[in-house]
């Protein structure tokens, strides 16, 4: 493939590309982000590739692998275009069906189409399913229509269109105000305005700008930067390019999470064929612009998330972050100026470039424009990616997007903005989704990690958790945090345990103010913040451990004892074979009855009682009530003795 | 380089640009507490003791005073509720590991931090990095380095290097405010010495 | 890891100190383990301390100071699959294998590791072995997996 040189070769490339492409010519794309393979994905491409040839339908037929649309509950997903047919949780054994059904005689595999959960209802095309109908998928939306490995795809829905415009038509200048003017925020968490972190870098003295792109993504529960990064790394790749034009930088890194294998492959492949192109490297389409960009790999640290500590790392040191009081946009990777975006804020650029400032201006809310993709994860029917524009609630994004909790549960909380943030009881739920209404409440809107918790999720365990991954993550350099995080989880644990002691409350409150007030950098700051919300909507689960050694959730085990209620037992005998500390005692027609001394809480017994006897009960905070006596256990069929 | 002046506890103080706010109190003789600080080392911004308010265009925050950097109007506070609150619960926090250490008594005692606030740990090490910081930027030998995060980090020698450096030196172990550096090394000591570099006991 | 292979990586990275971590993570993914001669080596050639890759390989939790097993286990404990029961995955592979996270077996067959996340949030509980991800894994499931290996 020979180099690109002028705007003028790129439009004539891209028109022969889409002429050589029949938008009509059937094409199966499997979803081949890492959740799908996970789920076997790769095996379904073979077998589509398989049948296919085996139909002799190959010079009709395109199949290819794309990249993740974010519904990864549900997968493998496969979309039939161009009558974009969705199929879910397809196996290799459906292919036949699939290809004899759909592709050669038109009809629709009913049994793999989408079945709300609720209502029962079949969604036959990717935009009938309620899950995507809500959903403002302007970033996301192209995944499954693109080959990541492929150039060629990204060339045929428009890219590198914004990249051209930038260099030909624009000058720096007027690239920075039309940033500035989208009123774009940071999508990492801290939501700062992109164009002013920007136009920083482009004043600040020095020769040499680095511009990176911060794909460690550390939150647990959130994936959106994978999916962008795995399944479109062009867009990300042209974003970076545009911005290091703005700053007037000549060399960037993407920094990648190791946990990613297949998102450093598909970059990686991606740099390589931008090179090939002519659109990296030196006099990029033929201007004067040269850029380069290098791809470091993190090792497993949470807190080279963090700009600074991000930046220490790529200078091959420990990623311990160093203090903001001088901005790193003025002094950062080697002391030079440098601008680090999230890679779902790299992938907005484009669009704001080829569609304009004003245009983005209009999706969202006075301070929170454009959209955000979320990671909605957890207790909630449609798990996966949701991309939705700011200020819709969280109450439409639970129910009308998500389905609301699955098995008839209670909403309790949810968690967002990932170990920084804060849970949300049911009366916030009118609040927005945007950079400010979430943290007047407590929590905050972060990197777009959404975790449902139900009924059944203990708020002091939550907050328990997530203070245990944030000591496992600390770097150790400051006091606040090394010792502060690390004595608010001993306390912590020991409150679920049923340890918990008068005092515990305030100790954990001035524990908190320290860590908030003096630590080195926003690890340490932001890490009582589960705790704090979690006492402030949920303060009665903690007075319970703490007072009543209860757990209202029946959650603990240290707190909890599982008894099998004799008017409901009907010794089916199941719990008692599959118990694995053998503590179940009883048999044919006799009550079982568990031995309080063996149970291990592994709830086991809970779990596999059938649910039209529902006899096993969780009890916490109240003694287990006696054992009735051997003689009364016996079960006479028809009448029961007591 | 130009002239800053600023206020520290009500007085104006004069400082170079370029300064940090305790060098700045230190040339104006206010004292600040810190543990990890050495003038003859960069400064670390570990211990956090240091931390005071400063209020700059009508916004107080708290800072290291060690890395902040002076700036004009800057009006900087070193005692107030919040920053004693904060430097007692660090000494608490410290003391749990190095109960006995004179230093952290002698703060404890101006900041009324109680030694059995927290449970014992005694580990000794209280990280403020002055025998790692010192053997790398003074001595450039590198003998002692950090090793592992959060609460599993550890101060430990290279015994190779150790032994042949550190015998003779041994500048680091008056910078100690705790036991731990000394025990460190005898640690090492045990299983560097005899080492194949070393055929006699070196003597003194 | 013999020393012309070791030698052939950092060239590739063309000796920059500032490829440390990169060189690193290729010497842990070909060789499954960090060895001190590996180590040394690379603070010859890259001219930073000892003490700098002492405290690299000891923060980062991709890097191990020992050999691993031939199977490397790592159970995803991030939110989504805490939520979803990831502990009582941990403690059944536990009970299976007989080791514990950051443990390795004495026939050097598996290592087993907890991991902060590996993005396949939707399909919680995950374990991921050898690199591959297991999604939706249920204590009864784990003997199938393993038998497998």
């Given at each position: 493939?020979?180099?690109?040189?002028?705007?003028?070769?790129?439009?004539?490339?891209?028109?022969?590309?889409?002429?050589?492409?029949?938008?009509?010519?059937?094409?199966?794309?499997?979803?081949?982000?890492?959740?799908?393979?996970?789920?076997?994905?790769?095996?379904?491409?073979?077998?589509?590739?398989?049948?296919?040839?085996?139909?002799?339908?190959?010079?009709?037929?395109?199949?290819?692998?794309?990249?993740?649309?974010?519904?990864?509950?549900?997968?493998?997903?496969?979309?039939?275009?161009?009558?974009?047919?969705?199929?879910?949780?397809?196996?290799?054994?459906?292919?036949?069906?699939?290809?004899?059904?759909?592709?050669?005689?038109?009809?629709?595999?009913?049994?793999?189409?989408?079945?709300?959960?609720?209502?029962?209802?079949?969604?036959?095309?990717?935009?009938?399913?309620?899950?995507?109908?809500?959903?403002?998928?302007?970033?996301?939306?192209?995944?499954?229509?693109?080959?990541?490995?492929?150039?060629?795809?990204?060339?045929?829905?428009?890219?590198?269109?914004?990249?051209?415009?930038?260099?030909?038509?624009?000058?720096?200048?007027?690239?920075?105000?039309?940033?500035?003017?989208?009123?774009?925020?940071?999508?990492?968490?801290?939501?700062?305005?992109?164009?002013?972190?920007?136009?920083?870098s482009r004043?600040?003295?020095?020769?040499?700008?680095?511009?990176?792109?911060?794909?460690?993504?550390?939150?647990?529960?959130?994936?959106?930067?994978?999916a962008l990064l795995e399944g479109n790394p062009h867009s990300v790749l042209e974003g970076l390019i545009i911005g290091a034009c703005a700053v007037g930088s000549r060399e960037g890194y993407i920094y990648v999470r190791q946990e990613y294998p297949l998102a450093v492959e598909n970059v990686t492949l991606a740099i390589k064929q931008a090179e090939e192109y002519g659109l990296l490297g030196k006099n990029i389409l033929g201007s004067d612009f040269d850029f380069t960009v290098k791809?470091?790999?993190?090792?497993?640290?949470?807190?080279?998330?963090?700009?600074?500590?991000?930046?220490?790392?790529?200078?091959?040191?420990?990623?311990?972050?160093?203090?903001?009081?001088?901005?790193?946009?003025?002094?950062?990777?080697?002391?030079?100026?440098?601008?680090?975006?999230?890679?779902?804020?790299?992938?907005?650029?484009?669009?704001?470039?080829?569609?304009?400032?004003?245009?983005?201006?209009?999706?969202?809310?006075?301070?929170?424009?454009?959209?955000?993709?979320?990671?909605?994860?957890?207790?909630?029917?449609?798990?996966?990616?949701?991309?939705?524009?700011?200020?819709?609630?969280?109450?439409?994004?639970?129910?009308?997007?998500?389905?609301?909790?699955?098995?008839?549960?209670?909403?309790?909380?949810?968690?967002?903005?990932?170990?920084?943030?804060?849970?949300?009881?049911?009366?916030?739920?009118?609040?927005?989704?945007?950079?400010?209404?979430?943290?007047?409440?407590?929590?905050?809107?972060?990197?777009?990690?959404?975790?449902?918790?139900?009924?059944?999720?203990?708020?002091?365990?939550?907050?328990?958790?997530?203070?245990?991954?944030?000591?496992?993550?600390?770097?150790?350099?400051?006091?606040?945090?090394?010792?502060?995080?690390?004595?608010?989880?001993?306390?912590?644990?020991?409150?679920?345990?049923?340890?918990?002691?008068?005092?515990?409350?305030?100790?954990?409150?001035?524990?908190?103010?320290?860590?908030?007030?003096?630590?080195?950098?926003?690890?340490?700051?932001?890490?009582?913040?589960?705790?704090?919300?979690?006492?402030?909507?949920f303060r009665d689960e903690y007075e319970a451990h703490v007072l009543e050694k209860r757990c209202p959730a029946l959650s603990c085990k240290e707190l909890i004892t599982f008894y099998i209620d004799p008017d409901k037992c009907q010794a089916c005998t199941i719990c008692s074979k599959k118990c694995p500390s053998e503590a179940i005692a009883g048999g044919k027609n006799r009550i079982h009855v568990i031995d309080q001394e063996k149970c291990t809480k592994c709830g086991t017994c809970f779990e596999v009682c059938p649910p039209r006897f529902g006899a096993v009960r969780k009890i916490s905070g109240e003694p287990v009530p006696a054992s009735i006596p051997e003689e009364a256990r016996t079960i006479v069929r028809g009448s029961k003795e007591k | 380089m130009s002239e800053i002046i600023f206020q520290i506890d009500g007085r104006q103080v004069a400082a170079r640009e370029g300064m940090t706010v305790l060098e700045a109190a230190q040339k104006a003789g206010i004292s600040i507490p810190t543990l990890c600080h050495y003038e003859k080392l960069e400064p670390y911004g570990g211990c956090r003791l240091c931390t005071v308010e400063a209020e700059v265009r009508g916004w107080t925050k708290l800072v290291a005073s060690c890395l902040y950097p002076v700036e004009k109007d800057l009006i900087v506070r070193t005692r107030s509720e919040k920053v004693d609150r904060i430097r007692k619960m660090i000494l608490e926090l410290l003391l749990a590991h190095a109960p006995d250490a004179l230093e952290l008594q002698n703060l404890a005692g101006e900041y009324g931090a109680v030694k059995d606030r927290f449970e014992k740990e005694p580990s000794f090490c209280i990280h403020c990095g002055l025998c790692v910081r010192y053997c790398a930027e003074v001595k450039k030998k590198d003998a002692i380095g950090f090793v592992d995060r959060g609460t599993r980090r550890e101060i430990s020698f290279i015994p190779e290097i150790a032994s042949k450096e550190c015998w003779n030196c041994k500048e680091c172990f008056p910078l100690c405010p705790t036991e731990a550096l000394q025990a460190a090394f005898v640690l090492a000591k045990a299983f560097a010495f005899p080492s194949s570099s070393l055929e006699h006991e070196p003597t003194e | 890891m013999d020393k012309d292979r070791v030698d052939q990586i950092i060239d590739k990275h063309e000796c920059e100190a500032s490829?440390?971590?990169?060189?690193?993570?290729?010497?842990?993914?070909?060789?499954?383990?960090?060895?001190?001669?590996?180590?040394?080596?690379?603070?010859?050639?890259?001219?930073?301390?000892?003490?700098?890759?002492?405290?690299?390989?000891?923060?980062?939790?991709?890097?191990?100071?020992?050999?691993?097993?031939?199977?490397?286990?790592?159970?995803?404990?991030?939110?989504?699959?805490?939520?979803?029961?990831?502990?009582?995955?941990?403690?059944?592979?536990?009970?299976?294998?007989?080791?514990?996270?950051?443990?390795?077996?004495?026939?050097?067959?598996?290592?087993l590791d907890t991991v902060n996340c590996l993005g396949c949030c939707a399909l919680g509980p995950v374990m991921e072995i050898d690199g591959k991800a297991h999604g939706k894994m249920a204590p009864a499931k784990i003997a199938d997996v393993l038998k497998k290996l």
């Open positions: 493939m020979a180099r690109i040189n002028s705007s003028a070769e790129l439009e004539e490339i891209r028109k022969g590309i889409l002429s050589g492409r029949d938008p009509n010519k059937p094409c199966i794309s499997v979803c081949a982000g890492a959740g799908c393979i996970a789920s076997g994905a790769s095996e379904v491409i073979d077998a589509f590739k398989a049948e296919i040839e085996k139909q002799g339908l190959m010079a009709d037929v395109n199949t290819k692998g794309t990249g993740c649309p974010g519904f990864c509950e549900r997968g493998p997903v496969v979309v039939i275009y161009p009558e974009e047919i969705c199929y879910l949780q397809v196996k290799p054994e459906d292919v036949p069906e699939i290809v004899s059904q759909t592709i050669k005689e038109k009809k629709v595999v009913d049994r793999l189409l989408y079945v709300d959960r609720t209502t029962g209802e079949k969604a036959t095309h990717e935009s009938d399913i309620p899950f995507y109908k809500n959903q403002e998928r302007i970033i996301i939306g192209s995944n499954i229509k693109i080959d990541p490995k492929s150039i060629d795809d990204y060339l045929a829905i428009g890219g590198y269109s914004a990249l051209a415009k930038v260099l030909f038509q624009m000058t720096s200048e007027q690239v920075l105000e039309e940033v500035k003017k989208s009123n774009l925020r940071g999508r990492g968490g801290a939501g700062f305005p992109t164009g002013s972190k920007w136009e920083g004043n600040a003295p020095g020769e040499i700008k680095y511009v990176i792109v911060n794909a460690d993504e550390g939150d647990p529960g959130a994936f959106m930067d994978r791809v470091h790999q993190g090792a497993g640290a949470f807190v080279c998330g963090e700009s600074t500590a991000l930046m220490t790392a790529l200078e091959g040191r420990t990623g311990e972050p160093r203090p903001k009081y001088i901005r790193s946009n003025i002094k950062g990777l080697w002391d030079r100026p440098t601008v680090l975006n999230n890679v779902e804020t790299w992938s907005n650029v484009p669009l704001i470039i080829n569609k304009g400032a004003d245009w983005f201006a209009q999706i969202g809310t006075e301070r929170s424009k454009g959209t955000k993709i979320f990671s909605l994860v957890g207790k909630i029917n449609n798990t996966g990616l949701v991309e939705v524009p700011m200020g819709m609630t969280l109450r439409d994004i639970i129910y009308k997007i998500g389905g609301g909790i699955p098995r008839g549960k209670r909403f309790k909380a949810v968690q967002t903005g990932g170990p920084s943030g804060g849970c949300l009881p049911e009366d916030m739920l009118d609040l927005e989704v945007g950079f400010d209404e979430l943290k007047k409440a407590g929590s905050m809107m972060g990197s777009g990690g959404m975790i449902i918790l139900d009924e059944d999720t203990c708020m002091v365990d939550i907050a328990r958790y997530f203070l245990e991954f944030l000591t496992d993550e600390s770097c150790g350099k400051c006091v606040p945090c090394r010792e502060g995080i690390r004595q608010m989880l001993k306390i912590l644990t020991n409150i679920t345990k049923g340890k918990g002691r008068e005092g515990d409350i305030e100790l954990l409150e001035e524990l908190a103010e320290v860590a908030r007030e003096a630590a080195l950098c926003e690890l340490g700051r932001s890490a009582p913040n589960s705790f704090l919300s979690t006492l402030k909507y | - | 490829s440390l971590i990169q060189v690193l993570l290729e010497i842990q993914s070909e060789n499954h383990w960090l060895p001190k001669e590996a180590l040394e080596r690379v603070a010859e050639r890259l001219q930073v301390p000892l003490t700098r890759i002492q405290h690299i390989a000891t923060f980062y939790k991709a890097f191990s100071l020992v050999p691993k097993g031939r199977h490397e286990i790592h159970i995803c404990m991030g939110t989504a699959c805490h939520v979803r029961g990831a502990s009582r995955v941990l403690d059944t592979v536990q009970d299976q294998t007989g080791i514990k996270p950051g443990e390795t077996d004495l026939d050097l067959k598996f290592s």
